[in-house]
T-cell receptor, first 112, second 111 residues
Framework: EAQVTQNPRYLITVTGKKLTVTCSQN?????MSWYRQDPGLGLRQIYY???????DKGDVPEGYKVSRKEKRNFPLILESPSPNQTSLYFC???????????FGPGTRLTVL | SQKIEQNSEALNIQEGKTATLTCNYT??????LQWYRQDPGRGPVFLLL?????KEKRKERLKVTFDTTLKQSLFHITASQPADSATYLC??????????FGAGTRLFVKA
C-alpha cells in the first residue's frame, strides 16, 4: 500500500531534550516536506526537500533541522525543543513539488 | 510575502444544497492551485488541481474555478451530504518548491 508513515504518533517531552520524528514514504517520491499545524494558522511549511541531499527552508524553520540521506526518509529533528514547538506535525511527499501531496497521519508533540 | 486567504468562518448548509468556498491569494500569481480536504486530527487529502489556463475543473460532485484576474479560486460541492463535512484547504506552490496553505474553511452539512 502506498503510504507515508510517521513515528511517533504522539510524544510528550520536556524542554531541551533532543528528539527526532521519523517520516518514510514508499512511493519513490522526490519531494518531501514537513508542516506544523496550529489552531487558526493552518499548515505552515517547516522544511522541504527536492531530492536526496537537497533541502531548503520553508516559512517556519527556526528550531528545526532535517536531513535527506535516502530518498524514502526525511526525519525532522528538534535539537532543543521549546514549548512553542508544541503542535501537530505532518510529513508529506509528492512525485515532484508541483504534484498532489500525500500526507502522513500526523505527530502530536507536546513540549512541557 | 505570498498569502492565501480563506473564509475563517464556518460554512453551514443544508444537505442537498451547493457549498461554495472561496480562496483569495495575494502577492503572487501561481501557475496552479490545489484543494485538499482535512478531517479532524488527520492529514489533508488531495481533491483537485487546477492550472492557470484552466478556468474550471470538475470531478464528480466537485468543481473548482480559477480566476487569475480576481486572484481567486472557488470550490463548489454540489448535492452536498453530511459526509462532506470537513475542513477544505486551498494550496499553491510559489513556482519553486515552497508550498503555501490557506488556513482552511470548515464546512458543516446538516441532514
Amino acid at each position: 500500500e502506498a503510504q507515508v508513515t510517521q513515528n511517533p504518533r504522539y510524544l510528550i517531552t520536556v524542554t531541551g531534550k533532543k528528539l527526532t520524528v521519523t517520516c518514510s514514504q514508499n512511493m519513490n517520491h522526490e519531494y518531501m516536506s514537513w508542516y506544523r499545524q496550529d489552531p487558526g494558522l493552518g499548515l505552515r511549511q517547516i522544511y522541504y526537500s527536492m531530492n536526496v541531499e537537497v533541502t531548503d527552508k520553508g516559512d517556519v524553520p527556526e528550531g528545526y533541522k532535517v536531513s535527506r540521506k535516502e530518498k524514502r526518509n526525511f526525519p525532522l529533528i528538534l535539537e532543543s525543543p521549546s514549548p512553542n514547538q508544541t503542535s501537530l506535525y505532518f510529513c508529506a511527499s509528492s512525485l515532484v513539488a508541483q504534484n498532489e501531496q500525500f500526507f502522513g497521519p500526523g505527530t502530536r508533540l507536546t513540549v512541557l | 510575502s505570498q498569502k492565501i486567504e480563506q473564509n475563517s468562518e464556518a460554512l453551514n448548509i443544508q444537505e442537498g444544497k451547493t457549498a461554495t468556498l472561496t480562496c483569495n491569494y495575494t502577492n503572487y500569481s501561481p501557475a496552479y492551485l490545489q484543494w485538499y480536504r482535512q478531517d479532524p486530527g488527520r492529514g489533508p487529502v488531495f481533491l483537485l488541481l487546477i492550472r492557470e489556463n484552466e478556468k474550471e475543473k470538475r470531478k464528480e460532485r466537485l468543481k473548482v474555478t480559477f480566476d487569475t484576474t480576481l486572484k481567486q479560486s472557488l470550490f463548489h460541492i454540489t448535492a452536498s451530504q453530511p459526509a462532506d463535512s470537513a475542513t477544505y484547504l486551498c494550496v499553491f506552490n510559489t513556482g519553486g518548491f515552497k508550498t503555501i496553505f490557506g488556513a482552511g474553511t470548515r464546512l458543516f452539512v446538516k441532514a
